[in-house]
């Protein structure tokens, strides 16, 4: 079992910054890839930025790439989000999950992934 529990939400405006941490509970960060999914109000959960288990392969998607960095710590299990340059557009609920792997590929695909975090709100006002 994985546990997961995202931090680091709140108000910003728009040009501002964040940063999101997910920490995860249990023995088996270390065999996880891991990523950030957002879920704009109304809309559907949909892939930010993903991580393989050895944090040496990232993807994100188009509409974040070159102001959100997905990094992560295996000795402190938590996987982050830096989220630079926001805009109102990325106001969501955002999510980290993980998906518990021994290879290491990561995966773009919702249902791939075992365990979902609570979600903490992102609001990017103008």
């Known amino acids: 079992q994985v546990q997961l529990v995202e931090f680091g939400g709140g108000l910003v405006q728009a040009g501002g910054s964040l940063r999101l941490s997910c920490a995860a509970s249990g023995r088996t960060f270390g065999a996880s890839a891991m990523g950030w999914f957002r879920q704009p109000d109304g809309k559907e959960r949909e892939i930010v930025a993903a991580?393989?288990?050895?944090?040496?392969?990232?993807y994100y998607a188009d509409s974040v790439k070159g102001r959100f960095t997905i990094s992560r710590d295996n000795a402190k299990n938590t996987v982050y989000l830096q989220m630079n340059s926001l805009k109102p557009e990325d106001t969501a609920i955002y999510y980290c999950?993980?998906?518990?792997?021994?290879?290491?590929?990561?995966?773009?695909?919702?249902?791939?992934?075992?365990?979902w975090g609570q979600g903490t709100q992102v609001t990017v006002s103008s």
């Open positions: 999950a993980a998906r518990l792997t021994f290879t290491s590929g990561l995966s773009l695909i919702r249902n791939d992934y075992n365990y």
């Open positions: 991580i393989n288990r050895h944090g040496d392969n990232t």
